[in-house]
Nanobody
Framework: QVHLVESGGGLVQAGGSLRLSCGVS????????MGWFRQAPGKEREFVAA????????TIADSVKGRFTISRDDTKNTLYLQMNSLKPEDTAVYYC?????????????????WGQGTQVTVSS
């Protein structure tokens, strides 16, 4: 069983920044592809960003490209999402996810493990 716990969410004004963290349990964090998804009220869960096991490859959604950065620290078993220039439309519950596959899936389906989510609210 892999456990993921998000933190770092909160309230921020438009244009502000937040850094989300996802702590991952276990001894094999480095073997997982990691990603971030978000879900706004009444909407489907959508892809935000993903990062390879080595950290050398990333992919991000067009909606956040240039504003968000995904990274990982395997020594701390932690995934990060640095969010800058936040917009009200970024308001959502943000989830971290883990996959044993090397593929940086943009669909939520293939991701095997999920955190509980952390709320990000961006006010205008």
């Amino acid at each position: 069983q892999v456990h993921l716990v998000e933190s770092g969410g909160g309230l921020v004004q438009a244009g502000g920044s937040l850094r989300l963290s996802c702590g991952v349990s276990g001894r094999t964090f480095s073997s997982y592809t990691m990603g971030w998804f978000r879900q706004a009220p009444g909407k489907e869960r959508e892809f935000v960003a993903a990062i390879s096991r080595s950290g050398g490859s990333t992919t991000i959604a067009d909606s956040v490209k240039g504003r968000f950065t995904i990274s990982r620290d395997d020594t701390k078993n932690t995934l990060y999402l640095q969010m800058n220039s936040l917009k009200p439309e970024d308001t959502a519950v943000y989830y971290c996810a883990a996959s044993p596959n090397y593929i940086l899936y943009r669909n939520p389906g293939p991701w095997a493990y999920w955190g509980q989510g952390t709320q990000v609210t961006v006010s205008s």
